[in-house]
């Protein structure tokens, strides 16, 4: 059994690592044609209806999708030498986890490319004690993708349990959290651009509140069967709201009252692109 795990991780290393690219300053991406033959898919136009359904669950994450989906433009060799263009996407870890999610469960290379994702995802996860090292920005970072990754799979359960209009699912989760502010309102009160990601925008003790509200939210979901979108929402509001009210019980600050950091996410990463590219 050990020797056949083994085999299976050198088989999922030597197929996803091999086809992974680095661009100019240092991100890694993966080539959705590329991809599309490793998965097994023999015709662009299905693999093509895998990735938009994957696109559709970044978009419910909150994600921004050319983030993470990236459309470039790709020559192939035809008969007698001619040569034309066709679409390509470059894309993220993140993207190919969705599209492999999304992917037929039946293609033995689909199994092989969840383990993969999800081993390398839980690779860069951090002990506690490396956690207690970083600084409040890096805090802020590791929390943030752990909301992004939460809020995928809670999307999942909702969609499952019924949920098609995820921005009310989300907000009730919201209200109960911000004793009855919506992800507009919050946005408003940190003087947040339109369309700025609040999640963004906050702490790491807030991102902290907001992963615990998502998680509880999903097992809920989950262990109770529940089922409709009213009595969804109904038990995201009543998740935030228990949260809010734990938080209270501590003596904590509630999270309306934790500053705003001055940057958001988005400009740093930005100001980190330009100080690598000097």
């Keep these: 059994m050990k020797k056949e795990m083994n085999q299976i991780k050198e088989y999922n290393e030597r197929t ?5 690219h680095i661009d100019e300053h240092g991100n890694e991406y993966w080539l959705a044609r590329e991809l599309q033959i490793v998965l097994d898919y023999k015709k662009w136009q299905k ?15 909150k994600y921004i999708i050319d983030d993470h989906f990236t459309q470039v433009g790709k020559m192939i060799k035809l008969a ?26 039946g293609k033995e290379t ?14 860069q996860e951090l002990t ?13 970072f590791y929390q943030r993708s752990l909301t992004k990754r939460g809020n995928y799979s809670l999307n999942q359960t909702a969609k499952k349990a019924g949920v098609k209009n995820f921005d009310k699912f989300h907000n009730a989760g919201y209200k109960g959290l911000y004793n009855g502010e919506t992800a507009d309102d919050i946005a408003k009160r940190k003087g947040l651009r339109y ?10 003790d807030e991102l902290i509140a907001n992963l615990f509200r998502i998680s509880q939210t999903e097992q809920k ?9 009213d009595n969804a929402k109904g038990t995201h509001y009543e998740v935030g709201r228990e949260v809010r009210n734990t938080i ?8 309306e009252d934790l500053p705003t950091p001055e940057k958001s996410l988005k400009e740093l990463e930005k100001e980190k692109i330009i100080k690598e590219r000097r």
């Design 248 to 255: 209270k019980r501590l003596g904590g600050v509630m999270p």
């Design 128 to 140: 506690e004690k490396e956690y207690s090292r970083l600084t409040e920005d890096e805090k802020r």
């Design 16 to 20: 996803f690592e091999t086809i992974k």
């Design 221 to 229: 979901l989950k262990r109770d069967h529940i089922q409709g979108e």
């Design 195 to 204: 369309r700025e990601d609040i999640l963004d925008n906050m702490g790491s």
């Design 47 to 61: 693999f093509i209806n895998v990735i938009e359904n994957a696109k559709l669950a970044c978009e419910q994450s």
């Design 110 to 123: 689909v199994a092989l490319g969840q383990t993969y994702f999800a081993v390398q995802t839980r690779r």
């Design 80 to 105: 007698k030498g001619a040569k034309r263009e066709v679409i390509d996407y470059k894309l993220s870890r993140y993207a190919c986890y969705l599209i492999v999610q999304n992917s037929d469960p």
